[in-house]
């Protein structure tokens, strides 16, 4: 694993975009695995402006979201192919059928995950997925549990989740209690992974999930196991770190 310090988010968010933009330059036609969240909206941001000045083309690449709000429509704006629509997509030049969410109207939730397994293997896998770090250690939508799950699941949100997501809907009411999400095998199965973090609220977190053991009670510990991981977080994310 290769660990990346930034003095700040802005920095954090630079480096980032680095690599995802050499993967871009060096594969055009490239899958990349994205995520959705706070953290990576800078990275987005530094990838708009680069496609802006003439740096990057994103014609040929196909995008893979981790995850989707259950029973959300891509129209609802707390939906995540909405986020993805304002923070990148309407920014660049990647084409609207190359883009994939998982679709959160599909209540039927084994078909679903099905067919989103096929989207990935039928994009040949992913080339570079860029995650975030939950606070209980979640990636995607993938929570503590008893066993790393494998591929595309319909997924309990966890009470912290519930909790952390409470803010962005209007009454607790409102707040999805299920997602589909990308699986750990799936994501493990990415050529490169990068996970960006950041804030000192993640600090814990980072030290338990990259030295600490490697367990489904912290999802993101499976990364110890994958052989091309870049860590990138600003100093306060990284300060409980050696």
Not at 9 to 19: E, G
Not at 28 to 41: E, H, K, M, N
Not at 55 to 67: A, C, E, K, R, W
Request: with cysteine.
């Amino acid at each position: 694993m290769q660990i990346i310090r930034a003095t700040d988010y802005y920095r954090m968010s630079r480096m980032a975009a680095n690599i995802i933009s050499a993967q871009v330059i060096i594969k055009p036609d490239c899958v990349l695995g994205l995520a959705t969240g706070s953290t990576p909206i800078g990275t987005y941001e530094q990838l708009i402006r680069w496609y802006d000045k003439g740096d990057l083309d994103f014609s040929g690449v196909t995008s893979i979201n981790l995850d989707e709000y259950k029973g959300l429509s891509p129209d609802n704006d707390q939906s995540y192919r909405y986020f993805m629509n304002e923070h990148l997509f309407k920014h660049i030049n990647i084409k609207p059928e190359n883009t994939y969410v998982p679709n959160g109207l599909e209540m039927d939730s084994e078909k679903a995950c099905a067919s989103y397994n096929e989207i990935i293997a039928r994009c040949g896998g992913i080339d570079l997925q860029l995650l975030g770090l939950g606070h209980n250690g979640h990636i995607g939508f993938n929570e503590p549990g008893e066993a790393f799950e494998k591929e595309t699941h319909c997924v309990d949100l966890a009470q912290s989740t519930i909790d952390a997501n409470a803010r962005f809907f209007a009454s607790m009411d409102l707040v999805p209690r299920q997602a589909y999400t990308m699986g750990i095998k799936t994501i493990m199965q990415a050529r490169k992974i990068v996970v960006v973090v950041s804030g000192e609220s993640k600090a814990q977190i980072v030290r338990e999930a990259f030295f600490g053991p490697c367990t489904p009670q912290v999802p993101a510990s499976v990364l110890q196991l994958h052989n091309n991981v870049t860590l990138v977080g600003d100093e306060a994310a990284l300060s409980l770190i050696p």
